[in-house]
Every structure is written in structure tokens, then in C-alpha cells.
């Protein structure tokens, strides 16, 4: 569990991004502010740093529904219903590592036209490779932001915790992670796979479980999701 803000966990320039990184950390207790009993039970903790990283390109809601109808809708009922959920979403800018600049301004071409209902778009091979191209250089800007603002050099960082549910690879991103920041190689490595939405706070909880773990524990926490390489089109049915 992690602590709330009552109990010792506090934040520093916490910005809301798509890929996050953070540093936590134990923090020195307080005596004369903390119970006795929750001295004992639960260390505090500091989260010293944040990062995010987004995709170079990003393109308005507007475009990003026409681009989905392209490839993503089989027939005219189902482009209509793309424009609507597109419009009700309350997205005013999508940013995609699949956007590429061109004569007639951004576009991707990942994913073809769907030809016919069946038409599921590129293999799980074909994403999973995207996937590994272009996911390390994230986790690695969002991770420098988090070092920087928490003020620690890649030698402090004791353990790894890296979270994604869009993609995966053997060596994946921790092991890549580790080489372009440098990390030392003794660093402890966890990675939180496939859980959902909900999974960076299952990082959270693992990265809080390791800081009151050792308190000379210093984690660094990366979560990093590419979610348009998870589309699929409709079928004939929607």
C-alpha cells in the first residue's frame, strides 16, 4: 500500500504525462509528527523526482478520428460512430509515436486501410517490433527528467521498476533502460506486465514496498505505453 500524503508520501513537480518516471525514496521519520505504532509499521516516503516524456508528433482530436476511420472502419455506420466516440472523449491533442510528417502533414503508415472485415491490421510480430523501437527512447527522456528533478545521478538508483501493458520483449525495456542510463549493474530489476490501466499504481506499490524495504533504497519507477499499436478495425458487426 502506498502511503497517502497524511502519512509521508509527498510529491515535487508531479506533471501530468502519458509516460511517467519517478524516484522514491525512504524518508528520515519524523518523530515528534508520527504515532509510535505507525513508526513501526510503515516507513515514510519521498518521491524525490518526476518525468514525463511524449511522442515528437501530435496531431487534434479531429485528425486523429480520421486517421482512425482510415484503417480502423469498415463501413460508413461504423466511420460515423468513430467521429462520435472521437468527439465525446474531450481529447483536444493525441500525440503517437506512429505519426510521420509528409506533403499532406502528419500521417501514419503503420496501419493500412481495412480491406475487408476480417482485416485485423499488422501482426503481433509487426507491433511487438515497433513496439521495442520506440518505446526505450521514452522511458529514457522521462527517466533523465525524473533524475534530474529529483537531483540523483544514475549511480544512486538501487532499483529498477519498469511498468507496461502495450508491449513487450526479451531483453525489454529494464534491460535497455539499464545500458542508456547507465544504471550499475548490480541494480535490482522488476517488471510490472500487462496489468491494465491501473498498472503504474502497481508499480507504485512495488517501487513503496522496495523504499521501506531498505532505507537506503533509492527507486527509480518507468512506465511507459504505446497504446496505438493496440488497434484493431471493426469487424462487418462493429
Known sequence: RVPSDRQGLETSGVDRGRYPAGIMV????????????????????????????TPVHAVTQAHAASLAKAFGAYTGHQARLLEVLYQRARVKTRGSVLLEPGAQGLNQSFFPAAGHAGDRGPTTRERLERYAQEAPPLARAASERALEAAAITPDDITHL??????????????????????????????????????????????ASALAQQDPSARVLLCAVELCPLGRTALDRNG
Open 161 to 206: 521498476v519498469t511498468v507496461s501493458c502495450t508491449g513487450f520483449g526479451a531483453p525489454g525495456v529494464d534491460i535497455r533502460l539499464t545500458k542508456d542510463l547507465g544504471l550499475p549493474q548490480t541494480i535490482e530489476r522488476t517488471h510490472v506486465g500487462f496489468m491494465g490501466c491501473h498498472g503504474a499504481l502497481n508499480g507504485l506499490r512495488v
Open 26 to 53: 525512504p524518508r528520515g521519520c519524523r518523530a515528534h509528527h508520527e504515532e509510535p505504532q505507525r513508526l513501526v509499521n510503515e516507513l515514510p516516503i519521498l518521491i524525490r523526482g518526476f518525468g514525463t516524456a
